[in-house]
């Protein structure tokens, strides 16, 4: 299995509102990202982790919570977003985060498109 | 610190024809590696073709070749016969030996759009 899901596919949230993103691979891969694209825009790195521990937060506001509950799953939970946090979120996952190890391949998933109204 | 350019934020190519995409890089960093992904509309990054700088070959992978000219930091990627599934974003991006986290630095994207 060389895939990352990501769920829910689509997501459209109100300010007050919490919700969720899920982001799952099954390739034994120990570090996990999250991303936010916007349109037109490269990727942007939001959270590293790695053997299930946070190791980059690119100071992302805290209504972005990330959260590790396993090696395999990793989540994104959402609270009072505001408009401009609609995006493309895209989870990847890569086999580690060494240094040094510079062909180590990040594996994407299909990503969440959120609109926060 | 690291950084990718890519010049052409969009081109056109007609089917079966080569294209070029141009990336060229910088850092100060002796040891690094070189990726190219490719985005459709769907959104999916999708991995196409590595390079690492003590490579001494240039990488190629089924349509996909790259033209690492490391004295000029360019690491350009070339499709060949180009497919109307070619069509997508197409990101080149570099990750640094001393980069904390296997954190890759993207440019900005080139569009490609096959034309039948």
């Known amino acids: 299995d060389t895939e990352v899901t990501q769920t829910p596919k689509h997501l459209v949230m109100g300010m007050t509102n919490k919700k969720s993103l899920k982001c799952e691979q099954h390739m034994g891969h120990r570090a996990m990202y999250w991303y936010k694209q916007k349109a037109k825009k490269p990727p942007e790195l939001m959270f590293v982790?790695?053997?299930?521990?946070?190791?980059i937060n690119e100071s992302v506001p805290s209504r972005f919570s990330p959260e590790c509950p396993n090696s395999s799953l990793l989540n994104l939970h959402l609270h009072a977003l505001q408009p401009e946090d609609s995006a493309l979120y895209l989870c990847a996952s890569s086999q580690g985060t060494k240094r040094g190890a510079i062909d180590n391949e990040q594996f994407f998933g299909p990503g969440t498109r959120l609109t926060v109204l | 610190a690291q950084k990718i350019t890519q010049t052409q934020p969009g081109m056109f190519v007609q089917e079966k024809e080569a294209v070029t995409l141009d990336c060229t890089y910088d850092?100060?960093?002796?040891?690094?590696?070189l990726f190219w992904y490719k985005q459709p509309s769907s959104g999916e990054m999708i991995f196409l073709i590595y390079q690492g700088s003590y490579d001494q070959q240039n990488a190629t992978e089924g349509r996909y070749s790259l033209n690492f000219q490391k004295a000029r930091k360019s690491a350009n990627l070339v499709i060949s016969a180009s497919q109307l599934g070619d069509s997508a974003m197409y990101f080149c991006a570099m990750r640094a030996f001393k980069a904390a986290g296997n954190k890759l630095t993207f440019g900005g994207g080139t569009r490609v759009l096959v034309k039948p």
């Open positions: 982790y790695s053997y299930e521990k946070l190791s």
């Open positions: 850092t100060s960093d002796p040891s690094y590696g």
